[in-house]
């Protein structure tokens, strides 16, 4: 018997109410916890929910990471509200079809009832079945291809199909755009794009719109060069773009590259791709079942809870996932059983449930639907943030102010991404932002991802040179900077790092400046002042020896230390990547120094921090760790306590202008600000600072400038160059108590 069968008349009754918005949703609670909040009682004992998420792999961040957010948000709120306890069972899916299916086999075996998880649609037609064949519950928060709930009768979605979606969010933007010809853009080896793009096609056709090409790539790919200048040439009215994250950003950069200028249009565009890509995200539309913004009940709540858990701003992925828990949660209190079947049953009898994505109910086949869904699927971004397209005016403001192409080099995807190169992009965006609000400047972001590989820093400023900005911005590795930056110094292209800060290195060449406080200025400092206050006579250090910032540390804080006649007891060595540092610091306990001095990037600094404390070292030796930042203070934990650090730049600092930023950084991210955004923040007001008083964009003419500068106010203190292009200002001395940096007295 096909469950789904019996409520097709009733459904197709309620579907009109949804698609025009006749449902009274207002009046329902939201599904998260408040005073006025009920939910149907759960069965006693554990419910164990299997979870198939892309943890590790390309898809990691842009959906698998965020789901699993949002489920754990809803997990934890639902067994806080009710008798439940609920547990997962997560595998990761590898961003793979292979890993996919795997993970989904995995969970079966275990017996589990109910699997949630599989983002990309090209991975759940292949790993859902297995599910189906065994009878297990396979829901997927995200996947939005046409018909893949059809697979069968155990499968379901949350997120609103293509060809549910895209049927809605065309008639709203031809009706505010009035395009009449159009072109279109789409990944021909993914199920969900080619999906999309189909659905895009139908809708188009029936709305009496031209389609001038459908141009194709394949995922993977990286330069649609080709593909945007044949669509700029047919001189379409509109662009539809469908793909997935990766490819999304490359196309939207290079559509803006080549010079199409008319709206952009792409399903399932979140904020942060629109971070991402930048500037040229700006007027692009898209259409999705959530945004931030939602006025559906409980959604601003679960805003407010998910960036008070995680400090971000949550995505539709994270959102849609938060929502799947809670419809199974309720098919399951509803069923009371953890019976497959019964589950099954329960779920597709799911009707005008209030989420924080609208009423919710499934169709005949197990597909979602929302209530009010045109109201809510259409957005644009304006000023970097997505907007209801219908308070946006149609007409485009244009500015006089000319635009002055900045190259942005930062890791935003790989090792170095969230220690570095993504705090690294906050910090220049809110700049710009600030910079640009004064109409006195136009800046735009030209971005591209260094990858956290030296390969990847060469490839970013080659490209950035390529494409002739006058100045490039970013690069925090010293390793990477040593082998990218002499490009652009041959090139005749300023190259300013905000963060690396391994001796010598602007000596490159006198196009090339950096922000942050070389170790040969920072340490010899730090060292005076701690000596002065501790007194150490006998010491030891750590360092990485295949890292170029780490070694040059060490042989700062090394001199400094003879200098001072501080004896070395020892200077032990470990390589980038290297997680077991028990015989270094074991070695270092027998010689029984009085201070301890630790040079690494982030992820080793934090495992030297954590192993020092799990095999004794006694508190009597003093942890001085140069550029320890909060985020390795929270990665530690109690074993980061009493450790000593040296930095340019503290939130503590009443610098004029600085309490200002940490304010603005944090109501515009919802996170406090991490030296590396505050440097780079600075970094951009003084190349903006250096083209003013320059009055060119001439490459030659902003290095003159930035060599002159003397005594300029940043939130760093009165910013200088010496000779070399290095920073000078005065550092500051903290030390870690009761989990947080405070000043050194």
Known sequence: MNVRRIITFTFALAVVALIVGLSGCEKIAPMVPDD????????????????????????????????????????????????????????????????????????????????????????????????????????????????????????????????????????????????????????????????????????????????????????????????????????????????????????????????????????????????????????????SGWSVGSDAPGSQAFVQSYQAAYGVEPSPWAAQAYATLHILANAIANAQSTDSTAIRDALAQTMDLPTILGNFSFDPNGEAMYDRVRERIVHVVKDGKLQPLETIAPEMTTDTTPTIPIGLAVSLTGKDAEPYGLPMQRGFELAREELNATGHASLMFVTVDDQSSEEGAIAAVQQLVDQGVPAIVGIAISDYLEDAFPIAQESGVVAFSSVSSAAGLSAIGDYVFRTGLATNILNPAGLQITQAKLGYTKVATIYDAADTYSMSSNEEIAKALEASGV???????????????????????????????VSALSEEMTQVIIQAGEIGIPDTVQLIVPDLSAKEIQNAGDAAEGAIAFTGWTSLSNIPGNQDFIQKYQAKYGIEPEPWAAQSYATLYILAGAIANAQSVDSAAIRDALAQTMDFPTILGDFSFDANGEAVYDPTVLMVKDGELQLFE
């Open 36 to 287: 006025k909040t009920t939910m149907p009682k759960m069965i006693d004992g554990e419910i164990p929910i299997g979870v198939a998420l892309a943890l590790t792999g390309q898809y990691a961040e842009p959906y698998g990471l965020p789901m699993q957010r949002g489920l754990e948000l809803a997990r934890e709120e639902i067994n806080m509200l009710t008798d439940a306890n609920i547990t997962f069972v997560t595998v990761d899916a590898q961003s793979t079809v292979e890993g996919a299916k795997a993970a989904v086999q995995e969970l079966v075996d275990q017996g589990v009832s109910a699997i949630v998880g599989i983002g990309i649609s090209t991975h759940l037609e292949q790993a859902f079945p297995i599910a189906q064949e065994n009878g297990v519950v396979a829901f997927s928060p995200i996947s939005s291809a046409a018909g893949l709930s059809a697979l069968g009768d155990h499968i379901f979605r949350a997120g609103l199909a293509v060809d549910i979606l895209t049927p809605v969010g065309l008639m709203t933007t031809q009706e505010k755009l009035g395009y009449t010809k159009v072109a279109t853009i789409y990944d021909a080896a993914d199920t969900y794009s080619t999906s999309s793009n189909e659905e895009i096609v139908k809708a188009l056709e029936a709305g009496g719109v031209e389609i001038l090409a459908q141009e194709t790539f394949q995922t993977g790919d990286t330069d649609f060069s080709t593909q945007l200048t044949n669509i700029m040439d047919m001189e379409p009215d509109a662009v539809f773009v469908a793909a997935l994250s990766v490819e999304i950003v490359q196309i939207i950069t290079q559509a803006r590259e080549v010079g199409i200028s008319n709206p952009l249009i792409v399903p399932d565009l979140t904020s942060a791709e629109i971070q991402e890509v930048g500037d040229a995200a700006e007027g692009t539309i898209t259409i």
């Open 567 to 597: 004896e070395i007891l020892t200077q032990e060595t470990f390589q980038t990547g290297d997680t077991d540092f028990t015989e270094q610091l074991t070695n270092i306990m027998d010689m029984a120094p009085e201070a301890l001095f």
